[in-house]
């Protein structure tokens, strides 16, 4: 390194970062930890057939990751509107990584709606990605329920085709918070988001 211009400072903080990270990776792991290891399968958050709605600021969900924080950009969220979704499927990535398919509406309501105002033909609907979710981001994203629906699978995949992103989605954590916001589908077409969209969700994809 002298030769090639490194002043002797530089080279002693080299020389003793290079001692802390020799002395790291050969130090033994600590057992305690170590990140646990899955022994049973996720226990499921939602049901497929569960109507939620959630609050929105803007058409966009509360973050939960960021839920309760002093943090100005969080602060700056107030809620002026409702989201809600559908659960289309759900299941375990590997037999263990749970994962759920949203049927989100394509609006935000200024009211709370319930399940007959969702199910009215004027909505429309997306089916994003795949998403994971635990307990703890439902609390925080203040899930509230609106009822069942019966859903027809087959009808599902006619309208929406397969879900092709549960795998993945559970495996990297995705959380199903990344695809709930609550806008206008022209206003979503604006932003890249190009998921298939229908309209009467009672007549196309519930179990009649």
């Excluded at 390194?1 to 530089?10: I, T, Y």
């Excluded at 949203?102 to 429309?124: E, G, I, K």
Aim: proline share 6%.
């Amino acid at each position: 390194m002298a030769a090639r211009g490194m002043d002797e400072k530089s080279r002693a903080k080299r020389r003793a970062a290079l001692e802390e990270l020799r002395t790291r990776t050969a130090a033994p792991v600590d057992a305690a930890a170590r990140r646990g290891v899955l022994r049973a399968p996720q226990a499921f958050v939602l049901d497929a057939g569960d109507s939620i709605v959630d609050p929105t600021s803007d058409g966009s969900p509360i973050n939960p990751y960021a839920a309760g924080k002093p943090w100005a950009w969080v602060l700056e969220w107030k809620q002026d509107g409702w989201g809600a979704f559908v659960v289309a499927e759900r299941g375990h990535a590997f037999g263990f990584l749970a994962w759920y398919r949203p049927l989100v509406v394509c609006a935000q309501p200024a009211d709370r709606p319930t399940l007959r105002d969702l199910l009215q033909p004027s909505f429309l609907w997306r089916a994003p990605r795949a998403g994971a979710l635990t307990a703890r981001h439902a609390a925080n994203m203040q899930f509230a329920s609106a009822g069942r629906v019966a859903l027809d699978p087959a009808k599902v995949i006619a309208a929406f085709g397969s879900c092709t992103s549960s795998r993945s989605s559970a495996v990297d954590d995705i959380s199903i918070a990344n695809h709930l916001e609550a806008r206008e589908l022209a206003e979503l077409r604006k932003t890249r988001i190009r998921e298939p969209a229908v309209a009467a969700l009672a007549d196309r994809v519930v179990d009649a």
